[in-house]
């Protein structure tokens, strides 16, 4: 046989091996996962760490836990006026997507969600959880939040510039508040030394349980996108689905 009358025999495939199709479904499967995880978080976000402070302030009950209370609260109300003072629109592909049913109404900059994980990230890493423990909880805390913001920018809720400022803006105030409003080196802030003289008893350094209803109200309505969900209810003519 002449060397150009040669013919190359294809490889015989294993009946092992894995086909193109189930290849393409395999290598998938991980970014599938990632993408359910991602929506989960994201989803879940603002009721989860709303519910794990407001738990945590019902647990402790101490002046401490309380002053770093009003500081979210403050944090979350400087987030809604700065939304309707900038008026900043959320990115376009929001009114088209089917995937957001309680599509919000107001501006986008900043992201209240990135003001929120920024400012609870870094008081509970810098005000709440012991020294040695607080590389841990930082890492923990960044990927939560991580997710949490992929998932507003992935579907469209904000752009990237609208949750890095909110970021910013978060951990900023959260510093700011750690520095001057609660204290540091053992020296009281103004805020701590005023829910020490007037929010806490003197004899055991708690509130009692009943005042636990306070920031669960106010939480619900300033955090919990209270207005956004009234005005979605009186759209639909207060019919619920």
Known sequence: MRRGDARRVPALRSSDDPSPSQSAASSSEP???LHRIIAIVGKTASTAVSASFFLL????????????????????????????????????ELRDTDRIRLKPSDGGMPSSHAMSLGFVGTVVAGGIVPEEHRLAAELAMAAYSAAALRYRVRDHLHTVEQVAV??????????????????????????????????????TGLFPYSTLAIPLVVGIVVVGSFERRIALWVKSGGKDD
Do not use: M, Q, T
């Open 31 to 33: 970014s599938d996962a």
């Open 57 to 92: 302030l019902a647990y402790r009950r101490d002046a401490s836990i309380l002053a770093l209370w009003i500081g979210s609260i403050l944090n979350a109300v400087l987030g809604k006026v700065a939304k309707k003072l900038l008026n900043h629109d959320r990115p376009a």
């Open 166 to 203: 909110g970021l910013a803006l978060g951990v900023g105030n959260a510093l700011a508040w750690l520095e001057f409003a609660v204290g540091r080196g053992g020296e009281a802030g103004p805020v701590l030394s005023w829910v020490r003289d007037h929010c806490v008893a003197a004899d």
